[in-house]
Structure formats: structure tokens, C-alpha cells
């Protein structure tokens, strides 16, 4: 879900079939399992110590108060596949967005960049409103089915972005699939609550970011293979 505070990231390789199922020479890893280099606070110039990695894991540290927000990439991106895994902690809330617009003019990651949603859907409150749940393009589309795995179990997510064409996985399963800057996805926006945000989904490429939505939450083997 979208909210007035901000996002996060992380990466190895570890994994189960869909990590297994990438060619190890097209993917570039995203983090260094021991800094979170190649990442900055949205709209700052650096990072925070909120933010940690421990293991190939970054997580949100929420005993610290100063020095919060969303985490985007120093890279922007295009066409791509993005892979990797997260998980949330008991009734938390985070997401992933992409093609985030970084300019001082937007105060927020969702003002310009869709989301995929990260929930506990089995007791967050926004798990009761459809198209708020685990998987879903947040607030446009719902999940064709529920794939999500309980609080503070890995979920394995990919990020497919090609040409205007988007499709999200989750735990193996393709959930939504969408086209943007089409009639069809105006129609989606003016009838969401983006209704009046003006630039939300009209980018056509920029920054990956995670969510600083005040939840404990942990993200792993976050990589990403640039599509021609």
C-alpha cells in the first residue's frame, strides 16, 4: 500500500526453482551482502543506518526513528526482470515500485511508480480491501490467485517489464498481468485512487524502490537482468 513514509531493498542467490531457472552471466546482482551500495533514500543524497544488511539480508530497522524513507536505485531502468525474495513481519506492509520518477517536485515514491504489494494478509487491515493484498498491482488489479506465504516466510517475487508489458510472479505463479500507457490502464488510474496524482504511471522507465511503510521487513537476492 502506498502511505506518507517511505521504502527498501536487498539481494544474493540462494534459491529454490525460479532463481535456479536464471542464467547466472545476464544477471547483475543488486547488492553487495554487506552495504547497501547502489541505493539512496528518495530524493536525498545518501543512505541511512535504518537500513542494514546482515547475511545478504537487508532490513528495515524499526527502533530507529531519524533518518527513515523509501530506497530506490542509483540506476534506472527500462526493460528488465527483476527477481527476488522478501518477507514481512506479523501484520506488516511494504511494496516494490517501479519506474519511480526521483525529482523534488514528487514527495513520494507512489506519486509517479506502481506497486507490487507486500501484506500479512491474514491480519494487516488492508488485506480486507480488494486489490490491497500480497501480489497485487496495488490498488489497480488483484491477484488472480493468492500465493503468498504466511509472516516471516520467504516469498519469491518476479518483476517482468517489456516494452509497455508488465507481469508479476509470486511463489512460481504469474498472479497479474498488464499493459501500461494504454487506454485500457487510464481507464484503471481515473477509476483508483492515483485519480489525481497527474504523473503516476506515465513514466516509461526510472527507479526500483522499497517501501518504508514502518514494518519490519527483510528482502534477499535482489537481482535484475536487462532485457533488449
Same mark, same amino acid.
Given at each position: 500500500m502506498y502511505r506518507i513514509l517511505p521504502i527498501l531493498f536487498i539481494s544474493v542467490i540462494t534459491s529454490t526453482h525460479m532463481f535456479a531457472q536464471a542464467s547466472t552471466d545476464s544477471w547483475i546482482s543488486l547488492i553487495d551482502n554487506q552495504s547497501i551500495k547502489g541505493w539512496h533514500l528518495y530524493n536525498q543524497a545518501g543512505t541511512t543506518p535504518a537500513w542494514k544488511v546482515n547475511q545478504g539480508e537487508l532490513y528495515l530497522d524499526t527502533s530507529?526513528?531519524? %533518518?527513515? %524513507?523509501?530506497?530506490?536505485?542509483? $540506476?534506472? +531502468?527500462?526493460? /528488465? =526482470?527483476?527477481?527476488?525474495?522478501?518477507?514481512?513481519? @506479523?501484520c506488516g506492509n511494504s511494496g516494490i515500485f517501479f519506474n519511480v520518477v526521483e525529482d523534488p517536485k514528487y514527495h513520494w515514491v507512489f506519486v509517479?511508480?506502481?506497486e507490487m504489494q507486500i501484506l500479512d494478509n491474514t491480519c494487516h487491515d488492508d $488485506?480486507?480491501?480488494i486489490?490491497?493484498? $500480497?501480489?497485487?498491482l496495488y490498488d489497480l488489479i488483484s491477484c488472480s490467485t493468492e500465493t503468498v506465504k504466511p $509472516? %516471516? =516466510?520467504w516469498n519469491e517475487v518476479r518483476i517482468r517489464s517489456d516494452k %509497455?508489458? +508488465? @507481469? /508479476?510472479?509470486?511463489?512460481g505463479t504469474n498472479v497479474v498481468t498488464f499493459s501500461m500507457h494504454t487506454p485500457q490502464w487510464d481507464e484503471l488510474v481515473k477509476n483508483s485512487k492515483f485519480k489525481n496524482m497527474p504523473a503516476f504511471g506515465k513514466a516509461t522507465k526510472g527507479r526500483i524502490a522499497l517501501q518504508d511503510h514502518g514494518d519490519r521487513v527483510w528482502f534477499r537476492n535482489i537481482r535484475i537482468r536487462i532485457l533488449e
Open positions: 530507529m526513528k531519524e %533518518g527513515r %524513507g523509501d530506497l530506490v536505485t542509483d $540506476a534506472e +531502468y527500462e526493460n /528488465f =526482470e527483476l527477481v527476488l525474495e522478501w518477507k514481512i513481519d @506479523s509517479t511508480g506502481p $488485506a480486507k480491501i486489490k490491497h493484498r $500480497a501480489g497485487d $509472516a %516471516g =516466510e %509497455g508489458n +508488465y @507481469s /508479476f510472479w509470486l511463489n
